[in-house]
C-alpha cells in the first residue's frame, strides 16, 4: 500500500542553523501539508501546496519557513534559522486526486530538536 | 479557533470494553474525520464522516455525528490492547484547500 515517507526521523540543530525536512507524498496526489505537533500540544497546520504553489499558510509560517517541490516527487519544509521553539514533530502529509476525497494521509514524522 | 475540545482527555479500560470518545466542534463543516496517533508515530486516518451523515460504521470501529450540537463520537468496541494509542479528531475549513484543524485528543489506554 502506498504511504507517505519522510526523512529523516530525528534532527538535532543548534539554534540558528538551516533545516531541510524531507518528504515523499503518495505518487498520484496533489493536495501536500506539513503540520507540526509541539510535544504534549496539538497537532497545528503549517501550510498547503497545491498546483506547485502555495495555497494556504498559518500565522506560524512566518518568512524563517519555505516550501518546495523540486523534482515531482519530494516535498520539502525548510526553517532557514532555527529557534528553540521549533523545535517539535514535523508531519507531512497529502491527499489524493479527487476534489472530495478528503482523507489525508501522513507520513511518520520527523522531530526536529533544536539546541 | 474551529475545534473544540475531545473528552475525556484520558481514558483506561479493559481489553474487550467498549470505549467511547467525544469531539466538539464549533463552526459548519462538511465532513469530520478520526485519526490514531502512537506514542510518537504519524497519524493514521480511521473514518470520515461527512456532514450529511449520521453514522458510519468500519469494523470496530462506529462514528456518529450531530450536527445541530456540532459533535461527534467515535465508539471503538470490543478493544484490544493494540488499539492503545491517542485519537484526535479533525475538521476540515470548508473554504480551504482541506488543512485540518485536531482537537487535543484522547488518549486511550487498554489494559490486557
Known amino acids: 500500500e502506498p504511504e507517505v515517507t519522510q526523512t529523516p526521523s530525528h534532527q538535532v540543530t543548534q539554534m540558528g542553523q538551516e533545516v531541510i525536512l524531507r518528504c515523499v507524498p503518495i505518487?498520484?496526489?496533489?493536495?501536500f501539508y506539513w503540520y507540526r505537533q509541539i510535544l504534549g500540544q496539538k497537532v497545528e497546520f503549517l501550510v498547503s501546496?497545491?498546483?506547485?504553489?502555495?495555497?494556504?499558510k498559518s500565522e506560524i509560517f512566518d518568512d524563517q519557513f519555505s516550501v518546495e517541490r523540486p523534482d515531482g516527487s519530494n516535498f520539502t519544509l525548510k526553517i532557514r534559522s532555527t529557534k528553540l521553539e521549533d523545535s517539535a514533530m514535523y508531519f507531512c502529509?497529502?491527499?489524493?486526486?479527487?476534489?472530495?476525497?478528503?482523507?489525508?494521509?501522513f507520513g511518520p514524522g520527523t522531530r526536529l530538536t533544536v539546541t | 479557533s474551529q475545534q473544540g475540545e475531545e473528552d475525556p482527555q484520558a481514558l483506561s479500560i479493559q481489553e474487550g470494553e467498549n470505549a467511547t470518545m467525544n469531539c466538539s466542534y464549533k463552526?459548519?463543516?462538511?465532513?469530520l474525520q478520526w485519526y490514531r496517533q502512537n506514542s510518537g508515530r504519524g497519524l493514521v486516518h480511521l473514518i470520515l464522516i461527512r456532514s450529511n451523515e449520521r453514522e458510519k460504521h468500519s469494523g470496530r470501529l462506529r462514528v456518529t455525528l450531530d450536527t445541530s450540537k456540532k459533535s461527534s463520537s467515535l465508539l471503538i468496541t470490543a478493544s484490544r490492547a493494540a488499539d492503545t494509542a491517542s485519537y484526535f479528531c479533525?475538521?476540515?475549513?470548508?473554504?480551504?484547500?482541506?488543512?485540518?484543524?485536531f482537537g487535543q485528543g484522547t488518549i486511550l489506554t487498554v489494559h490486557p
Open positions: 479533525a475538521t476540515p475549513y470548508v473554504i480551504s484547500y482541506g488543512k485540518l484543524t
Open positions: 505518487s498520484n496526489h496533489l493536495y
Open positions: 463552526t459548519s463543516i462538511n465532513n
Open positions: 501546496f497545491y498546483n506547485n504553489e502555495i495555497s494556504e
Open positions: 502529509a497529502s491527499r489524493g486526486r479527487l476534489r472530495d476525497s478528503y482523507e489525508q494521509y
